[in-house]
């Protein structure tokens, strides 16, 4: 039997082999000169090459049909279909939209673009990265695509379960100073305790910001204290507002989890915890966005409204491998329902844009709601109602019975209301890109 399972491998192999295609070719720019270091890609595909020094490449497709992407920093990404070709040269044309985009972290000129900053800026433009994630929020989006950027969901740690503060490089919230428009963004009121990320420290919540808002984020790590001082020892984060007008964009969204390995609803039979549906974790995000024209010197008005809502996770360790989590037997994240409204105005007030009235701002609102340590009547029958006699009295819907009825408990939680309404407001003798002025 060997045998022939062999050659039908060898037969897989030649017809694999068969239905490759080679294709190579030079890559220039528009003025003849070879480009280094462009990154040529199979479109739906894992294959990938890089050009040489003198711009030529290689690359072996899956088929002769396939789609290759050429793309390099600075000028514009083609794609190019193969149709059967062996050989195919390539000239990118510079994307000056992207060489010319201004970049006001990190430098005090206000006309220094991305490829002029003297230390490394991450510019992130939200839109596109939005559009292919299931994240609603800005903490995150950046969490996916920023390095060192970390966040992690808490839960059973107080109000940590509600602030979604995150880190730059490890160091405490805190220590990132969080701009929006260049102007400080105010920090929360929580202050993180137990075993949290960034105990001890209060942080901006970014996540009380639409990311429909934002038109791209900046941050900066290295050199940072040296240019805004002791707030900013891990970093700046900037958002930058959105300017567009003439166009309404709306964005609708909707995800959940699907976790059949720790959701205690897909063992019901356990009797010891709290869950929901095998769907658990719905979100919903609807946002929409516009803009409109201030005057007749290139005033803008920006408006984003957004509406969030999130349903409670619930997560054991349902192998049995651990001992019973008697402690936390409702363990997941919070839920939340978040509604918030941003407004990002300027209005040139002299002829020749040298000053301006601007202003941006909005108000939040955000309900959540967690689970906090189990309490066990058996541990603690202080803490629940009781007769004369010591006997507990049934309240349903509150205090539960374990399956086997070895244990009666109740679930605390933990709800925080907050609302917010930060704006800033001004006028200045210089324009720069992004809404802020100096």
Not at 39 to 44: A, L, T, V
Not at 132 to 151: C, E, G, K, W, Y
Request: proline share 4%; hydrophobic share 35%; with cysteine.
């Amino acid at each position: 039997m060997k045998n022939p399972i062999l050659f039908l491998g060898l037969l897989l192999t030649m017809g694999s082999l068969q239905a490759q295609h080679s294709v190579t070719g030079k890559i220039a720019d528009s003025q003849g000169a070879p480009l280094i270091g462009v990154s040529i890609q199979e479109k739906n595909a894992a294959t990938g090459a890089v050009s040489d020094l003198d711009g030529t490449y290689s690359i072996r497709c899956s088929n002769p049909n396939a789609t290759l992407i050429f793309s390099y920093v600075g000028f514009g990404t083609q794609e190019i279909p193969v149709n059967g070709r062996t050989e195919i040269d390539v000239v990118l044309e510079t994307d000056y939209r992207i060489l010319d985009q201004i970049v006001i972290t990190g430098s005090r000129r206000s006309n220094r673009t991305q490829t002029e900053t003297a230390v490394p800026v991450d510019v992130i433009g939200m839109r596109q990265v939005g559009q292919t994630s299931a994240r609603f929020d800005v903490t995150s989006l950046l969490n996916a695509s920023a390095p060192s950027f970390n966040f992690n969901k808490q839960s059973g740690s107080d109000g940590a379960d509600h602030i979604d503060l995150a880190t730059l490089r490890g160091l405490g919230p805190d220590q990132t100073l969080v701009l929006v428009n260049g102007k400080r963004r105010h920090q929360t009121a929580f202050v993180s305790v137990f075993g949290t990320r960034g105990r001890g420290n209060s942080g901006a919540d970014l996540s009380a910001i639409p990311i429909a808002a934002i038109d791209r984020v900046e941050i900066l790590r290295d050199g940072a204290s040296a240019q805004y001082g002791s707030d900013a020892i891990a970093g700046v984060i900037n958002l930058v507002l959105r300017e567009n007008t003439d166009q309404i964009s709306a964005d609708i969204g909707y995800s959940a989890y699907h976790d059949p390995k720790y959701n205690p609803a897909f063992k019901p039979e356990i009797g010891q915890y709290v869950y929901g549906n095998k769907f658990d974790g719905n979100a919903f995000n609807a946002s929409v966005n516009y803009g409109l024209n201030l005057g007749q010197k290139g005033g803008f008005l920006n408006a984003t409204f957004l509406h969030s809502e999130t349903s409670k996770t619930y997560r054991q360790e349902l192998e049995e491998i651990l001992p019973l989590s008697i402690y936390r037997r409702a363990h997941g994240d919070g839920s939340l329902a978040a509604q918030s409204a941003i407004i990002n105005m300027e209005l040139p007030i002299r002829e020749d844009d040298k000053f301006l009235f601007y202003a941006f701002g909005g108000i939040s609102a955000k309900n959540s709601d967690a689970y906090a340590f189990t309490r066990n009547f058996s541990a603690r029958p202080e803490r629940f109602p009781t007769d004369a006699n010591g006997n507990l009295i049934p309240k349903p819907g509150i205090i539960f019975n374990t399956a086997d009825d070895s244990e009666k408990y109740f679930n605390p939680a933990s709800s925080r209301k907050s609302t917010t309404s930060p704006w800033r407001w001004g006028s200045g003798a210089a324009r720069i890109k992004g809404g802020a002025g100096t």
